[in-house]
């Protein structure tokens, strides 16, 4: 779960993540643990597939200054909401940022005070789905080494093994 389309991103190619920075560690480390078929994305029609995940935003259109504001989330957190509802076999959900994490618990119906966010941090939503927290892959975080790839991996890893999944996406 992202923030929102990124203007050279998402939002210029018509798929998350895709022509961006973000996109670089999140497809490299997707690929590694078999959840993408090829470890980059470069266009939307570029024969990309994600066996056993599914990319979002938490806000569907492009922001102001590339950041959502409080408004646009609540606005568009019923499609969130719905989205959600509509994959019944999800059973993790990695935030990527604080923003991700704070619009996946409104789309639950929970409280926020008891769901805080903190990267690597693992919340129980209900008796099917989980969510674990990461800071958002984006250059900012990485260059600044607020997030490591190997940080990162570690995150994905352990959805993966919430989520039943192999190192190599295949369902254990």
Do not use: W
């Amino acid at each position: 779960m992202g923030l929102a389309p990124g203007l050279h991103g998402a939002n210029r190619t018509g798929r998350p993540f895709t022509g961006d920075f973000a996109g670089i560690l999140l497809y490299e480390t997707l690929y590694e643990y078999g959840l993408a078929s090829r470890p980059q994305s470069l266009t939307a029609d570029d024969a990309l597939a994600l066996p056993n995940a599914r990319i979002t935003n938490a806000v569907k259109c492009l922001p102001p200054a590339n950041k959502p504001v409080p408004e646009e989330i609540r606005s568009c957190n019923s499609y969130l909401k719905n989205e959600l509802e509509a994959l019944p076999s999800v059973t993790v959900i990695l935030a990527l940022g604080r923003i991700a994490h704070e619009a996946v618990v409104l789309a639950c119906g929970l409280p926020r005070s008891a769901f805080v966010f903190a990267h690597a941090r693992e919340h129980v939503l209900d008796a099917r789905r989980q969510l674990i927290d990461s800071y958002h892959c984006s250059r900012y975080n990485t260059q600044t080494r607020r997030l490591t790839a190997p940080m990162f991996k570690a995150v994905v890893a352990r959805a993966c093994a919430l989520a039943g999944l192999g190192r190599n996406g295949a369902h254990i």
